[in-house]
């Protein structure tokens, strides 16, 4: 038509069919999610490795505040701080050094307290302090007659007649404390357990801790940390030999009191574990207790670097290690030495 030039083409049967084809429609397909794969030298967080616990009692579930910082953040205790803030710095002093050593780039100053093994005294002194705040700042005087001083007294001596309003200072708290772990020969770990299961009893049983049940209520959680965190526990007769003036019995009474009120929870994860222990450090600074350090030196920095480079390998092999097969045993390999015993199921 016109100048319009057009080719034609005979169809055949093949053309014929492949015109006459339809494509079905394309449907849409979302692409399948992928996780991206961990890598080996990756550590999962502390949380991630554990059963998330929902409640709001501070020893069960790391992600709720710890009972004894919560009761230190009273509003003297807030002006305290900045009061000490403001006699503490160059200024109000006339100088321009400070009291406080800074690490800087020539020079690190690190104390000798990790969280694995913490220092024993510093430790004893934040646990009396944060024990110290919390009779201190309680609701109540809610108690259990099992844990009274005045029915259950710790030794012959008469108690004082003002024993339940009298507040136990920090140092005498401490003075308990290190009396009893110096002749028991305790760790620093066992302080921070005591304190978990402290503050648990303290949520379990809706009690308070006071002036009249502050030494009986520490005294058995010292005894259940070390009996759950030490390989060689000290058993109940030992402290009878500490504080003379108790019996074994009334001993046992309290162990197996304290652990009923507990539910017989004793478990203490390590990420709880892990937060009392930063919270007391914080608690410290707050409050003013110097924690000792020293400038690292060349031989510390190199135990350190070999230290976390065999903990880095032992980390990379665990996660990049595939798990083997458990390999059966058949009566060809069986031999007399390695046999096991039957188990008789009823």
């Not at 220092?119 to 024990?131: E, G, M, Q, R, Y």
């Not at 060349?298 to 290690?321: T, W």
Request: proline letters at 5%; a neutral charge; one cysteine or more.
């Amino acid at each position: 038509m016109g100048n319009n030039i057009s080719c034609v083409q005979k169809a055949s049967a093949r053309n014929h069919r492949e015109d006459s084809y339809i494509a079905p429609n394309p449907t849409v397909v979302a692409p399948a999610e992928t996780k991206p794969e961990a890598s080996p030298s990756a550590v999962q967080h502390i949380l991630d490795r554990e059963m998330q616990d929902n409640s709001d009692i501070p020893s069960d579930n790391a992600q709720v505040g710890t009972l004894f910082l919560s009761k230190s953040m009273t509003p003297t205790r807030k002006r305290e701080r900045e009061q000490r803030k403001t006699t503490d710095s160059p200024e109000a002093n006339g100088n321009l050094r400070w009291s406080k050593k800074f690490s800087s780039c020539s020079t690190i100053f690190l104390d000798d307290s990790t969280v694995s093994q913490p220092n024993l005294k510093n430790t004893l002194k934040c646990v009396a302090l944060a024990i110290h705040f919390i009779v201190l700042n309680r609701e109540g005087n809610r108690t259990i007659d099992i844990f009274d001083e005045l029915k259950h007294p710790l030794t012959r001596d008469p108690v004082p007649h003002d024993y339940a309003v009298r507040m136990p200072e920090q140092s005498h708290i401490y003075r308990f404390l290190r009396m009893l772990f110096k002749a028991a020969q305790l760790t620093a770990e066992c302080a921070i357990v005591t304190l978990i299961y402290l503050e648990r009893l303290l949520k379990y049983a809706e009690v308070d801790l006071c002036p009249a049940n502050w030494k009986r209520i520490l005294l058995a959680s010292i005894m259940l940390a070390s009996k759950v965190w030490d390989d060689q526990a000290v058993w109940n007769v030992d402290y009878c030999q500490i504080l003379r003036d108790l019996t074994v019995d009334d001993m046992n009474s309290l162990e197996r009191d304290f652990l009923a009120h507990l539910d017989f929870n004793i478990n203490v994860p390590s990420s709880v574990y892990a937060k009392y222990y930063f919270d007391l450090r914080l608690l410290a600074e707050q409050s003013g207790i110097a924690l000792s350090t020293e400038p690292l030196t060349k031989d510390k920095a190199a135990k350190l670097e070999a230290f976390s480079s065999i903990c880095a390998a032992k980390a990379k092999e665990s996660y990049a290690a595939p798990a083997q097969p458990r390999r059966a045993a058949s009566l060809e390999t069986l031999h007399a030495n390695n046999r096991r015993s039957i188990a008789i199921l009823s």
